[in-house]
């Protein structure tokens, strides 16, 4: 496979998790190849089941019995570190492995997200701080751990629209203002779910 340094990826070494699901996924590994990069796969998939373009793209594979094994991940990554050096990335581009791909970040000090990192990029309330830091205005927002703090907030703010973000509530749109019931309030509460699946909490120009 032709290999061009243009975009300085010769010779770099990177660990592709999970390099065959989704199998769209297989593209990137495909052109990290055609830069130049040796792209190590490492997943739970037999060899064999594998396309032959992927094949043709990876430069090595580790066949793990289950990528949520965290120990034989750091076996597949010692491997490859012993076997072409200093690893430059691990990627999947797939939020799933977004934690694990950290930790072994962390492990192995590879640039990229570390576990230090993934509150900011996870958690919204994180978020709302690092935007307010920057100066950017968000809006206002507490993290609810029971239905006193969410009607406390509720009642603070008056008339806004709520949304519900996981646990995080944050008031948008008043020209669509609506109030939580205490019924709703402890449904929510105790479900966690987000409001607008709630038929008590219509759009108001909706039916």
């Not at 094994?69 to 691990?90: A, M, P, S, W």
């Not at 799933?96 to 990029?121: K, M, Y």
């Amino acid at each position: 496979m032709p290999r061009s340094s243009s975009f300085g990826c010769t010779d770099m070494n990177i660990i592709f998790v999970s390099p065959n699901f989704p199998p769209n996924y297989e593209r990137f590994c495909i052109h990290l190849r055609a830069l130049g990069a040796n792209v190590l796969g490492l997943s739970d998939q037999p060899y064999d089941t594998l396309t032959n373009e992927l094949r043709a793209a990876l430069t090595e594979y580790y066949l793990v019995p289950d990528l949520h094994n965290y120990d034989e991940l750091l076996r597949g990554v010692g491997f490859f570190t012993h076997r072409y050096g200093k690893i430059d990335r691990i990627e999947s581009l797939n939020e799933h492995w977004l934690e694990t791909e950290a930790r072994l970040r962390t492990d192995f000090n590879v640039p990229g997200f570390r576990l230090a990192d993934l509150p900011a990029i996870k958690r919204k309330s994180e978020m709302k701080r690092m935007f307010a830091a920057a100066g950017v205005e968000t809006a206002r927002a507490i993290t609810a751990d029971d239905a006193e703090q969410v009607r406390a907030f509720a009642a603070g703010r008056q008339a806004r629209h709520w949304c519900w973000c996981n646990t995080h509530l944050c008031d948008r749109q008043p020209e669509r203002a609506r109030r939580f019931s205490a019924a709703t309030i402890q449904r929510l509460s105790a479900r966690r779910i987000r409001p607008r699946h709630d038929p008590d909490l219509r759009r108001p120009d909706r039916p």
